[in-house]
T-cell receptor, first 114, second 114 residues
């Protein structure tokens, strides 16, 4: 069953803690992306990776970090430096490194800071 | 700055009725435009994709139109069903090969009532 998965579905964090969101895909896609979605706003790009061991900052990278050690995995760490981390986080992947191919989205992780 | 504006922000219709959602964009250079459907708490799923030369594209009860001259697109839903209740997101891609290619609209939240 091919697709893109995210875990956990819900995550609660205390202020000052780092948390890591998982994203895995078995679509053999080269490119992977992390977005943040806030109510009533469009998705905003946090980080993206076009190839293993390489990634670039998106529009709102401050307070976040990523790694791309394997083609199928692109975990996102929300650090304590992120001032307002409560949001819905979406991971996506696409086959084209130019990014004009369709992006397939995971089911999302809802992070709540207590 | 690339922008995608959607209207209305929210819409309530009765089951069986038709509706049209609007999308205006200022993305340049234009590559393609997609409409995504996002159920609450889930990741977006692509409905249609349209390139510069395409004016209309259908996917079942969903029909998207594109006017590249006025930079407007619409998504028409025919004979709405309760399962159409979701957010509909307009996404425009440009030719930037650096990897950050997509501009997302804020979405239209549609509620279909029995």
């Amino acid at each position: 069953d091919g697709g893109i998965t995210q875990s956990p579905k819900y995550l609660f964090r205390k202020e000052g803690q780092n948390v890591t969101l998982s994203c895995e895909q078995n679509l053999n896609h080269d490119a992977m992306y992390w977005y943040r979605q806030d109510p009533g706003q469009g998705l905003r790009l946090i980080y993206y990776s076009q190839i293993v061991n390489d990634f670039q900052k998106g529009d709102i990278a401050e307070g976040y970090s990523v790694s791309r050690e394997k083609k199928e995995s692109f975990p996102l760490t929300v650090t304590s430096a992120q001032k307002n981390p409560t949001a819905f986080y979406l991971c996506a992947s696409s086959s084209g490194t130019s990014g004009t191919g369709e992006q397939f989205f995971g089911p999302g992780t809802r992070l709540t800071v207590l | 700055k690339n922008q995608v504006e959607q209207s209305p922000q929210s819409l309530i219709i009765l089951e069986g009725k038709n509706c049209t959602l609007q999308c205006n964009y200022t993305v340049s250079p234009f590559s393609n435009l997609r409409w995504y459907k996002q159920d609450t708490g889930r990741g977006p799923v692509s409905l249609t994709i349209m390139t510069f030369s395409e004016n209309t594209k259908s996917n079942g009860r969903y029909t998207a139109t594109l006017d590249a001259d006025t930079k407007q697109s619409s998504l028409h839903i025919t004979a709405s069903q309760l399962s159409d209740s979701a957010s509909y997101i307009c996404v425009v891609s440009d030719y930037d090969n650096a990897g950050n290619m997509l501009t997302f609209g804020g979405g239209t939240r549609l509620m279909v009532k029995p």
